[in-house]
């Protein structure tokens, strides 16, 4: 990893109206650092995940891409980069899967770089396949949504989100919609991801995953970072009453 962050956040904040959900977050991402955010429900997680590419507007602090100021709208100005811009850069899964229903698991792939980046189909279709065999589902592409199952569709959302080339990706819970039997085929992919130097900030209650994978894990609670470090000094030996009662109820 090099010693410039690929993204940088400082004070943080975003309020929806009079309630504060984040109240103040620093945070250097470096690149090919893998980073794992764990927390309670409703402690700011997906918001703050969300403010990484700029699905939600920041209420103060400042935000930077590679040293490049981001500014909160769709336009790029004199000096800072807008948020349509930033997205081309900072892919993003959620925890549905979204895709398309009336087009075929190829065309829900190639549909952002053909638009969005001007991509010549037979490029796009080709990068596509590439990404489809890499998590497992080439044989899928003339597929629609509705003959998959769910844990082959969060694998095409992750393809698809990997078309746009991006420099970083976001994971928001990918693996919470997913039956039990069907986590472990997309904690693979994550798993591959990381292991080939993606730089990814993922929101999981994996626990056993994050101490897998991760180079950080940063705890939040209430709205602020409570708790970060290695996974080993996370998870396996947590500093604060708070995380030692919330890493019990996942056994950590």
Do not use: W
Request: aromatic letters at 6%; one cysteine or more; charged letters at 25%.
């Amino acid at each position: 990893m090099t010693s410039a962050p690929i993204l940088s956040i400082q004070d943080l904040t975003k309020n929806y109206g009079e309630l504060e959900v984040l109240k103040g977050i620093t945070l250097d991402v470096m690149p090919g650092e893998v980073i794992a955010i764990i927390g309670p429900s409703g402690s700011g997680k997906s918001t703050f995940i969300r403010c990484l590419n700029m699905m939600e507007v920041l209420s103060s602090g400042s935000f930077r891409f590679r040293g490049e100021h981001v500014a909160p709208d769709f336009k790029d100005k004199p000096g800072a980069l807008g948020a349509g811009t930033l997205r081309r850069k900072v892919g993003m899964c959620f925890q549905h899967f979204n895709l398309f229903p009336h087009l075929k698991v190829l065309d829900n792939v190639t549909k952002g770089p053909i638009v969005v980046l001007n991509e010549d189909r037979a490029s796009a279709e080709a990068h596509a396949m590439e990404l489809l065999a890499k998590v497992g589902l080439a044989d899928k592409a003339q597929c629609y949504p509705s003959q998959l199952s769910g844990g082959q569709k969060q694998r095409v959302a992750i393809a698809r989100s990997l078309a746009m080339r991006p420099d970083v990706m976001l994971f928001d819970e990918v693996t919470s919609a997913l039956d039990p039997e069907l986590v472990g085929e997309v904690l693979e992919v994550l798993r591959e991801l990381a292991e080939g130097g993606m730089t990814m900030v993922l929101v999981t209650h994996e626990m056993a995953f994050a101490v897998e994978v991760a180079d950080r894990v940063i705890f939040i609670d209430q709205g602020v970072i409570a708790e970060q470090g290695t996974p080993e000094q996370v998870m396996r030996a947590p500093g604060s009453e708070r995380l030692q009662l919330f890493l019990k109820r996942f056994h950590a």
